[in-house]
């Protein structure tokens, strides 16, 4: 992990970067693909969304949350990926829901700069990594 500063302007030039976005989006499609066949499952996505922490934790204290209210979460969010309701995640679905969701965020962000703590290999994380690269070829 490493404190990173960012703004919308990060996310929405990472995004927008068909390439390095798409190297992204294939890569961590492969790795959350434990089984290699071409999509994910429930229980392949759950393992990445519990591993964010993000409903067991309050600033970064361990919290207690009621079990059905966070597996109505996953289900939830299991939902937005899987477009087509066929109760697996494609390519297509995991990078269009993924798209949506980054720029949501940047949308929220605003124009002022943030300080933020990123996972090493979090597409924030490459975002950022993919704009000082930028700024230090010019």
């Known amino acids: 992990m490493s404190v990173e500063v960012?703004?919308?302007?990060?996310?929405?030039?990472?995004?927008e970067d068909e390439e390095a976005f798409n190297?992204?989006?294939?890569?961590?499609?492969?790795?959350?693909?434990?089984n290699h066949d071409g999509l994910l499952s429930y229980a392949e996505l759950l393992k990445e969304l519990?591993?964010?922490r993000?409903?067991?934790t309050h600033f970064g204290i361990d919290v207690k949350t009621d079990p059905k209210e966070v597996a109505h979460v996953y289900d939830s969010l299991f939902v937005q990926f899987d477009h087509d309701s066929n109760g697996t995640v494609d390519l297509e679905e995991f990078k269009a829901e993924t798209k949506r969701m980054m720029l949501g965020m940047a949308n929220g962000m605003g124009f002022l700069p943030v300080q933020m703590?990123?996972?090493e290999g979090s597409f924030l994380k490459k975002a950022v990594?993919?704009?000082?690269?930028k700024l230090l070829a010019a």
């Open 54 to 56: 993000v409903f067991e």
């Open 23 to 34: 190297v992204s989006i294939r890569d961590r499609f492969a790795h959350l693909d434990t």
């Open 117 to 119: 703590l990123l996972e």
């Open 129 to 133: 990594e993919r704009e000082s690269s």
């Open 6 to 15: 960012l703004d919308s302007a990060t996310i929405v030039n990472f995004v």
């Open 50 to 52: 519990q591993s964010l």
